[in-house]
T-cell receptor, first 110, second 113 residues
């Protein structure tokens, strides 16, 4: 079993839809949670960082963490074609090394 | 400013060549990282520099040799690579080794022929 599981997709939605991206993890020592967006042939871009259970909002993006279920989500509201990218969850513990999910490829259709 | 720059953007090299990848950040970050990313896979950690000292080497073959000349620069020296080493090489930095948020550069796309 991988430490971090992420549905690879691909996920295709119409413009304006709400997108839900999810990861599960197995190690309860993981404490810090990030979401990265990676456009094709580019480096990952940090979107969201959180360390507590609950929701964190930034514009159209909401990161949600449920430590009791070991489940994290990223919601994108009013999705745009420019949101088309691969989304990677990344989790760390005390070792401070990122453990990435496999990435979900998202396409937002105009 | 959260910019990490990498040069070159693209590199094609033969298996007998020696080349270097360069990474630079001016955010005052004290931890820098090299990752390797194959197509449709997440980044894999190669090396970590903490306060200009190599702190983690993830069992990377010796044909990859990292160097940190100062707190802003990170190099990756390449020698006698194999075709399977073709990948996107990413540099990242964080404020210090205790901070989780890592900021990535655009990467160098390496092709070994």
């Amino acid at each position: 079993q991988k430490e971090v599981e992420q549905d690879p997709g691909p996920l295709s939605v119409p413009e304006g839809a709400i997108v839900s991206l999810n990861c599960t993890y197995s190690n309860s020592a993981f404490q810090y949670f990030m979401w990265y967006r990676q456009y094709s042939r580019k480096g990952p871009e940090l979107l969201m960082y959180t360390y507590s259970s609950g929701n964190k909002e930034d514009g159209r993006f909401t990161a949600q963490v449920d430590k009791s279920s070991k489940y994290i989500s990223l919601f994108i509201r009013d999705s745009q074609p420019s949101d088309s990218a691969t989304y990677l969850c990344a989790i760390t513990g005390s070792a401070r090394q990122l453990t990435f999910g496999s990435g979900t490829q998202l396409t937002v259709l105009p | 400013d959260t910019e990490v720059t990498q040069t070159p953007k693209h590199l094609v090299m033969g298996m007998t060549n020696k080349k270097s990848l360069k990474c630079e950040q001016h955010m005052g970050h004290r931890a820098m990282y090299w990752y390797k990313q194959k197509a449709k896979k997440p980044p894999e950690l190669m090396f970590v520099y903490s306060y200009e000292k190599l702190s983690i080497n993830e069992s990377v073959p010796s044909r990859f040799s990292p160097e940190c000349p100062n707190s802003s620069l990170l190099n990756l020296h390449l020698h006698a690579l194999q075709p399977e080493d073709s990948a996107l090489y990413l540099c990242a930095s964080s404020q210090d080794p205790e901070r989780d948020e890592q900021y990535f550069g655009p990467g160098t796309r390496l092709t070994v022929t």
